[in-house]
Every structure is written in C-alpha cells, then in structure tokens.
C-alpha cells in the first residue's frame, strides 16, 4: 500500500528554518506530484506548495514563495519543503499528498494519499 508520511517539525524561532520531509513509499517520484499543504485550527487547509517531475513544474502559494523550497532527494524517495524566514503566522499542522503526475488541484482531499501532518510551531 503506497504511503506518504511526514517528519521534521518542531519548534522554531520567528526567522528561523526548518526542513521537512515527506517519505513516500510505494510511488514512483517521477510519475506522482507532491503536494505540501498547512492547516491551522478554525481555517481552511492551504495548498503551499507542489513539485512534479512529470510536469517539470514547483509552484508556491503566495504566502510562502521566496521564503520556502520545495524538492525532491533522487537517492531517495522523500521530497523536502526547506522553510526559511519563519514567521509566527506559518505555525501550522503540515501534511504532505502525492496525485499523479499533475499538481492542478488544491484539496487536499482531491489527492491519492495523504499523510497525518507534522506540526510546526514558530515562537520565540
């Protein structure tokens, strides 16, 4: 059974980084398109960002782009969102959600296989 499963939040200070990692087991990478999504309690789950080969595309939200990076390891199959300049406002439970080969949706429920979350927290 394919499975994508997230690791690497924690704790960080306001301009601080973080890296997580989605583990994706099951999938080819170069067929299936990640997805990272956030959710903060009382709002609607948002789409950050997602990385396909098949399409050789990464697209960022807005409320993220030039402050995250999201890519793929090719030894391995994990896909990273790298988030620098944390501010307190991306404290967050972050999931991450593989379809194939496209990244034209943004539900999180539109996606084949979804991870539990990690949380993030950014605070002095």
């Known amino acids: 059974q394919p499975q994508v499963v997230e690791s690497g939040g924690g704790l960080a200070q306001p301009g601080g980084s973080l890296r997580l990692s989605c583990a994706v087991s099951?999938?080819?990478?170069?067929?299936?398109?990640i997805a990272w999504f956030r959710q903060v309690p009382g709002k609607e789950r948002e789409r950050v960002s997602c990385?396909?080969?098949?399409?050789?595309?990464?697209s960022y939200s807005d409320s993220v782009k030039d402050r995250f990076t999201s890519y793929r390891d090719n030894a391995e199959p994990t896909v990273y969102l790298q988030a620098s300049s944390l501010k307190p406002e991306d404290t967050a439970i972050y999931y991450c959600?593989?379809?194939?080969?496209?990244?034209?949706?943004?539900?999180?429920?539109?996606?084949?296989?979804r991870g539990q979350g990690t949380q993030v927290t950014v605070s002095l």
């Open positions: 990385i396909s080969t098949a399409e050789s595309s990464t």
């Open positions: 099951g999938l080819n990478l170069d067929y299936w398109a």
């Open positions: 959600a593989a379809r194939f080969r496209r990244c034209d949706l943004f539900s999180f429920d539109a996606y084949d296989y």
